[in-house]
Nanobody, 122 residues
């Protein structure tokens, strides 16, 4: 599975961005998909996931109430809608997929997109 992450950019604090993670036309429905981020000088951290067949969603505490993960009807794209962005959300955001239950552990994901930069100015 090849993943393409997009939608990053520069936004002021309080603004919104929607990240997209797309496959090369095949359905995502059998895959759990996670979003992770890595700030400069920090380890990659979990942001959110959506389970296979939309069985579940889960967010890191800092994302709860501000971010929403979802799939499109064609199941070829997973979105991360990010609202009320803060400077501490600045990072490269990656999407990842695995043919198994969803998890917060990035080492358990088999497929990764290339990352998209999100920069939030204060």
């Amino acid at each position: 599975v090849q993943l393409q992450a997009s939608g990053g950019g520069l936004v002021q604090a309080g603004g919104s961005l929607r990240l997209s993670c797309t496959t090369s036309g095949r359905s995502f429905s059998r895959y759990s998909v996670g979003w992770f981020r890595q700030a400069v000088g920090k380890v990659r951290e979990f942001v959110a996931y959506v389970g296979r067949n939309n069985a579940s969603t889960y967010y890191t505490d800092s994302a709860k109430g501000r971010f929403t993960i979802s799939r499109d009807n064609a199941e070829t794209t997973v979105y991360l809608q990010m609202n009320s962005l803060k400077p501490e959300d600045t990072a490269v955001y990656y999407c990842a997929a695995r043919l198994n239950y969803a998890t917060m552990d990035p080492s358990l994901y088999d497929y990764w997109g290339q990352g998209t930069q999100v920069t939030v100015s204060s």
